[in-house]
């Protein structure tokens, strides 16, 4: 559980789910997922909790600051956007 917490800490858990679904490597024994499971739902907090609230973040300063936009900022979200619905398209493929 140590060694978990820390790849967690380290920012180095999506890196090992996906070396974990690329080497089919079988589930623990005391692990209630898959690591094909896992990665999903690890890609889906991290859309519904990082990715959307982000975009409407940039959405609404953008709106605020109509008159002063400039296009790194449109650039922004439209980057963003693009991220979360290669997410999702992630998530439904697998």
Known sequence: M??????????LKP???CYKV???????KHGAFDAT???TMNKGIEMACESIPGSV??????MKDFKQRQKGAIASVVVSALT???ISATISFE
């Open 2 to 11: 140590l060694g978990e917490m820390a790849v967690v800490m380290t920012g």
């Open 15 to 17: 890196g090992l789910d």
């Open 22 to 28: 690329v080497s089919a490597k079988e589930m623990d």
């Open 37 to 39: 499971t896992e990665l």
């Open 57 to 62: 973040l940039q959405i609404y300063v953008l």
């Open 84 to 86: 979360t619905g290669f």
